[in-house]
């Protein structure tokens, strides 16, 4: 009974609602305990050693990056949480590095995408996400980058995100320009840049 109440104190003093397995086993506590607490419906287990409080309010955006820390929030995705498109995503995208391989990941809704290693972690920023928690996603300039690269992005999308990229006052063309060259995108680019500018 020792052990509930001390995980119950260290879900009080959670401000978003959740716990790990691992945090309890630091604490020096059985992590059975964790299983009691879903079966009587105080918890619910979000996914492999994490655990939400029931009547914590969900944050899928959070949740997922908590499930999956090696997963940043990119394309479609990126540009509704940047304020570049108002199509709520009918499915994350969520880009990972090469050879990361998580076997739960293909059972998410999550739309993935892999890129080398040195393309992984450049222009990333951290924002809050709809609920306020933070959240890591790609910045604006590499979202951009990003949807002329692949394929299946809406052009509709695309074409409104580049107008009001290219009418907004935070517009960082160098970088942009930078980010192109890297990711090979650089003549797109220059074609959306020519006749918006």
Known sequence: MIDKEKIKELLEAS???TITAERVTAAGLHRSILQELVENGELYRFGRGLYVRSNAWEDDFYLLQRKYGRGIYSHDTALYL???SDRTPAQY???FPKGYNSPSLKQESINIKRVVPENYSFGVIELRSPCG????VYDLERTLCDILRGSGSDIQIVGAAMKKYAASK??????LMQYADQLRVKPKVLR????LL
Do not use: A, F, Q, W
Request: proline residues 9%; aromatic residues 8%; hydrophobic residues 25%.
């Open 15 to 17: 401000p978003d609602g």
């Open 82 to 84: 940047l304020g570049y």
């Open 93 to 95: 995208t969520m880009t």
């Open 133 to 136: 928690n933070p959240i890591r």
């Open 170 to 175: 935070e517009r960082d063309i160098h970088k």
């Open 192 to 195: 959306y840049m020519e006749v």
